[in-house]
C-alpha cells in the first residue's frame, strides 16, 4: 500500500502518439516514467467525448450508473437541451469516497467538477465553469488563482481563428496551470492529488492533421507543446517523495478527422426527425409531432417515446421496431467518397448495462425502467459508433450532412492510455472505467459497493 | 401534520390553491402529467444539488460555458 498518490492526466493524448515520441526520444521524461512503470493502452467510453470519460474515471462507473452522457443533455420535460455539470453526477467520486476514508484530497481543472463538491480538501473546477471566483468554494483558493492569471480553459475561438494564436493560447494556458499544480503539490497536505491538463485536447483538434502531416510552419509547434509538458512531468517525478505512486492517463486517443457529421441533418433527411421550423434555434427545436426519433452529439439517438418524452410519439410496443430500423438507416450511411461512416450502432442496454454489470434496478422489467427509472430514461437508445475520422455533430438545420471546419482532429475509443507506477493495473485488455479501484486499492481503501 | 400512506409510499401535502392554480397554467403544455408530478420534479433537484453541496449555477451563468461548448463543436 502506498501513502500518497498522484494523478496527472493529459487530456485526449493517444497510446499510439505517445509511444512514437517515447520512442523518438522526444518525450525523455515520458520514457523515463515508462520504465519504471507499466505503460498500457487502454479503452475510453461511449459516447467516447471528455465529460463522460473522466466521470466514469472519478465514479469508477459505467455511464448507466453515474448518468452523465455527453457535453449537452436533454432538458426534462421540456425540449431543449441542458448542460450537465458536477451536479448531474449521481454517484460518489473518488475524492468523497477518500474523504469519507479520512484521506486529504485535491483535484484541479477534472472535467465536470464544478461547482465543486464538499471534499476533505481542495476541489478547483473545470473550463464549463464560466470565470475563477467560482472554480473553488474556497475564496481564498480563488484569490491565489487569480494572482497568477490562471486561466480556465485556452480559448477554441482562437484556436479556429489561426494555428499560431492556438499554439500560443495552449502554451500560455498550460504554463500557468502547471504553475498553480506545483504551488497546491507543495503547499497543501494531500494523500490524493489529482491535476488535469486540458490543452493537449484543444491541441489535437486544431493542429494534430498539421502535425501527422509534417506541416512545415507547425508540426515543430505541436511537438514544442508536448516537450514542454514531458519538462513539466520530468519536474512532477523529482518533487514527489519516494513513497507515492504516481498514474499518468488520458481519456482517449485523437485520429485526425475527415469530416463532421452532421447526424440530426441525417434523420431529418431520413424522415425520423422533423424541424418545428425553417432554422433550429438549438439542438431539440424539433416537431415532436412528426419526430420518431433525434440526436445529440456525439452520436446518441433518442426515440420519442410516448410517456417518456414530452409529446412523445412512438408507442412502447414499436419501440424495438424503431430502433432496429433507425439503426439500419444510421449504418447504411456513406461518406460522399463511399466510406462507411459508422462502424456499429449500441443498444443502451449492451453499452451501459453489460453482462456481468449491475443494472440500474435489476428487479424491474425493461419496459417499466423506460418509464420510471431516473438512470435508465436518461441513456440515450441507441448509440452511434463512428470509424476513425468521422465525427458526429448534430447540425439540426444544416445545410449538408457533411462539414469540413478548422477541427482537425477527434476522439478515439481505443488508444486511451495510463502510464502508472506504484499501483497494480487489470489484466488484460481494460478501459478508464475499470481504473478506479485500483488507485482506491493502492491507497488501501476499498471501493464503494456499487462501483464498476 | 402530513398524511402518509404506507401502502403507496408516499405523502400528502397541502398546497395554497392560488399557488396551485399558478403552477398548474406555468406547467401546461410543458409535458408534466401533473402539478405533483412537477413539484416532485423540483424538488428531487433541489434535494439532490443541496446534498452534493456545489450550488447548481442560475442558467444566466452559463452563458460563457456554452460560448466554450459552441466554439469547440458541442453545441
Known sequence: MTKRLVVFSIDGVAFTLLKQLMDAEEVTNFRRLASEAQFRQMDSVYPTVSSVAWTSFVTGQQPGKHGVYGFVERRPHAWDVAI??????????????????????????????????????????????????????????????????????????????????CLQDVRETLDRRMEAMFHFLAQEKWDYFHAHVMETDRLCHFLLAKYESGDAKYAGGFLDIFRRLDGYLGRLMDALPSDSALVVLSDHGFCRMKAEVQLSRYLVEKGWTSLRGEAAGHPLDIDPARSRCYSLIPGRIYVNLRSREPEGLVPREDYDKVRQAVARDLLALRAPNGDRVIRQVLRREEVYWPTGAHGPNPGMPPDELLAHDDAFGAAPDLVAVPFDGYDLKMGLAADHVFLHTELEGMHAFHDALVLARGIELPEGRFSIVHLTRHVLAALGVPPPADMD | MPRRSKSSGKTTIKLPTPLYLKVSALINGAGYNSVTDFVVYVLRDLVGQSERLGRAPLEGELDETRRKLKNLGYL
Open chain 1, 84 to 165: 450537465p455539470l458536477s451536479t448531474s453526477i449521481r454517484s460518489k467520486t473518488i475524492w468523497e469516497a477518500l474523504s469519507d476514508a479520512g484521506k486529504r484530497v485535491f483535484g484541479m481543472n477534472v472535467p465536470m467538477t464544478y461547482p465543486c463538491r464538499s471534499v476533505n480538501g481542495i476541489l478547483i473546477g473545470d473550463f464549463l465553469c464560466p470565470t475563477v471566483d467560482k472554480l473553488a468554494t474556497s475564496r481564498e483558493v480563488c484569490d491565489y488563482l487569480r494572482s497568477v492569471n490562471y486561466r480556465i480553459d485556452s480559448d477554441a475561438m482562437l484556436a479556429r481563428k489561426s494555428p499560431d494564436l
